[in-house]
């Protein structure tokens, strides 16, 4: 599968950006992906996570309430949208499939074997 993320930029603190992952290769509709996020000298973090269906998804405590995960299986795309922006936000974000394709959500990102470029968010206080 290949993945293209999107949507990223610069906004001041308390403003909104929509991430955009763009999938193609597999049949979407079949697995879960998560957004990760990784600021310069920090791990790769889970953001949140949507399975196959939606009908499961999983946030980080920090952006609970704040960030929204939903997808579009008919066109392939999962979204985050990310309110209330905060300077600690700030971090390059990654969509990613865990390996085997698997429709179940995971936190730990070596159980993800599928990722995007990353797009760049930056929330300026």
């Known amino acids: 599968v290949q993945l293209q993320a999107s949507g990223g930029g610069l906004v001041q603190s308390g403003g909104s950006l929509r991430l955009s992952c763009a999938a193609s290769?597999?049949?979407?509709?079949?697995?879960?992906l998560g957004w990760f996020r990784q600021a310069p000298g920090k791990e790769r973090e889970l953001v949140a996570a949507?399975?196959?269906?939606?009908?499961?998804?999983y946030y980080a405590d920090s952006v609970k309430g704040r960030f929204t995960i939903s997808r579009e299986n008919a066109k392939n795309t999962v979204f985050l949208q990310m309110n209330s922006l905060k300077p600690e936000d700030t971090a390059v974000y990654y969509c990613?499939?865990?390996?085997?394709?698997?429709?179940?959500?995971?936190?730990?990102?070596?159980?993800?074997?599928?990722w995007g470029q990353g797009t760049l968010v930056t929330v300026s206080s």
């Open positions: 949507i399975s196959w269906n939606g009908g499961s998804t």
């Open positions: 290769g597999r049949t979407f509709s079949s697995y879960s």
């Open positions: 990613a499939v865990p390996r085997g394709y698997s429709p179940l959500i995971y936190r730990d990102p070596r159980e993800y074997d599928y």
